[in-house]
Every structure is written in structure tokens, then in C-alpha cells.
T-cell receptor, first 118, second 116 residues
Framework: DAGVTQSPTHLIKTRGQHVTLRCSPISGHKSVSWYQQVLGQGPQFIFQYYEKEERGRGNFPDRFSARQFPNYSSELNVNALLLGDSALYLC?????????????????FGEGSWLTVV | GENVEQHPSTLSVQEGDSAVIKCTYSDSASNYFPWYKQELGKRPQLIID?????GEKKDQRIAVTLNKTAKHFSLHITETQPEDSAVYFC???????????????FGQGTILTVHP
């Protein structure tokens, strides 16, 4: 699970600005998901991408967008930043796009990107 | 959509005691139930997971049980140590149309404190 890499690790932005966060999944993993974790809460699902297609979207405004590249890395973009967007943004990597009742497709998290909006 | 409830929100035990954290879920299509340990300022780290085809799984001092009928699953930590102190999150996979994809819905978290 140490193979999920995210950048940057920390950043400070001003309200109204735009931010791009990046994620490289574990080698061989084709699915990338993004989560937002506000202090004191569990991670909240934002997006899942599998084979470069959006598989799922959480309850987040259109200011949040993402994409997956041919090498399976991913970007999360947030426009018009609000103070409430301050959080830890986590990228999760898994082999396939769906979980299984039998085996496989364990989901691993990267170290996250700490975003502070001032 | 899926809803996961986790209890208790805080748990304090003495070193060597057992700790139990319980979660319930709502979506019968969920088939994957991981548990994550998160230390302050760190990422959630997978400690154990269970899938819907089994009822129990154990890994050294950690075990997880799943009751699909009742839609609840539990984490059991035996012989707790101070280094077990952290926030623990349960999660359930969920999807749409009766299938589960890679989305995890998390519980609210349990702050576990193990006193030496």
C-alpha cells in the first residue's frame, strides 16, 4: 500500500483559487478513487475512475472534477475554493473497478494532500 | 445510498484488555468490508478486511466478524497495546444497480485509547 503516491503533500490556497491534486496508483492498479477527509470525520467519496472512465461520483458540487490518464494516474481539480474545502484529500488505488465477495481488489490509500484554504 | 454507522465513538481500555468496535450497514449489495487505522496526521492504513462470502477472519491479535443477515460487522482487538491507540474506521463497499464497485462508505470513526 505504500505504492500510492500523491502530490503535493501540503498546500495553502486562497478562497476563489483553483487547485490540482495528483495521484499515481500502485503499479498495475487500474482504479483510482478520491476521498475528502475533513478533520474529525471519516473520508467521504468524491470520484472513482476505472480504465479512464468515471465509475462513480459522490455528493460534491461541480466545482470538483477529476480525470484519469492512460498510465492510470489521476488528477483532482477543485475550482473556486471555499474555506470549507480545507481537508485531507486522499487517493485510493485498487486493481479493478469493483469489489468482490470472494477475493481481490483490496483498496489502498495514499498519504494524502493536506489542503488549507485561507 | 449506503449508510454506515459505527459505535462507540470513543473507547478507552487498559493495556492487555480487548477492544470491540461495531458497525452496521444498510446496502445489502455491499460485499467488501475493510477496517482502517488512522494515526494523527497520517493516512488510513488497512488493518484487516472481510468479504461477504465469509463470516469471520483473523490476523494475529485482530479479528473481524460479519453478519450479513443483520448487516453488521465488528472489529475485535485482543491483548491491546499502547501502539494500538488511533482512530479506527470501518467501511463498506457500495455501488448501484445491485452491484458493488470501488466506492467505500466510511463509519464515523472510533478513537481508541490504550492506557499502559
Amino acid at each position: 500500500d505504500a505504492g500510492v503516491t500523491q502530490s503535493p503533500t501540503h498546500l495553502i490556497k486562497t478562497r476563489g483559487q483553483h487547485v490540482t491534486l495528483r495521484c499515481s496508483p500502485i503499479s498495475g492498479h487500474k482504479s483510482v478513487s478520491w476521498y475528502q477527509q475533513v478533520l474529525g470525520q471519516g473520508p467521504q467519496f468524491i470520484f472513482q475512475y476505472y480504465e479512464k472512465e468515471e465509475r462513480g461520483r459522490g455528493n460534491f458540487p461541480d466545482r470538483f472534477s477529476a480525470r484519469q490518464f492512460p498510465n492510470y494516474s489521476s488528477e483532482l481539480n477543485v475550482n473556486a475554493l471555499l474555506l470549507g474545502d480545507s481537508a485531507l484529500y486522499l487517493c485510493a488505488s485498487s486493481l479493478e473497478g469493483a469489489t468482490s465477495p470472494i477475493s481481490g481488489n483490496t483498496i489502498y490509500f495514499g498519504e494524502g494532500s493536506w489542503l488549507t484554504v485561507v | 445510498g449506503e449508510n454506515v454507522e459505527q459505535h462507540p465513538s470513543t473507547l478507552s481500555v487498559q493495556e492487555g484488555d480487548s477492544a470491540v468496535i461495531k458497525c452496521t450497514y444498510s446496502d445489502s449489495a455491499s460485499n467488501y468490508f475493510p477496517w482502517y487505522k488512522q494515526e494523527l496526521g497520517k493516512r488510513p492504513q488497512l488493518i484487516i478486511d472481510i468479504r461477504s462470502n465469509v463470516g469471520e477472519k483473523k490476523d494475529q491479535r485482530i479479528a473481524v466478524t460479519l453478519n450479513k443477515t443483520a448487516k453488521h460487522f465488528s472489529l475485535h482487538i485482543t491483548e491491546t497495546q499502547p501502539e494500538d491507540s488511533a482512530v479506527y474506521f470501518c467501511a463498506a463497499s457500495s455501488g448501484a444497480g445491485g452491484t458493488s464497485y470501488g466506492k467505500l462508505t466510511f463509519g464515523q470513526g472510533t478513537i481508541l485509547t490504550v492506557h499502559p
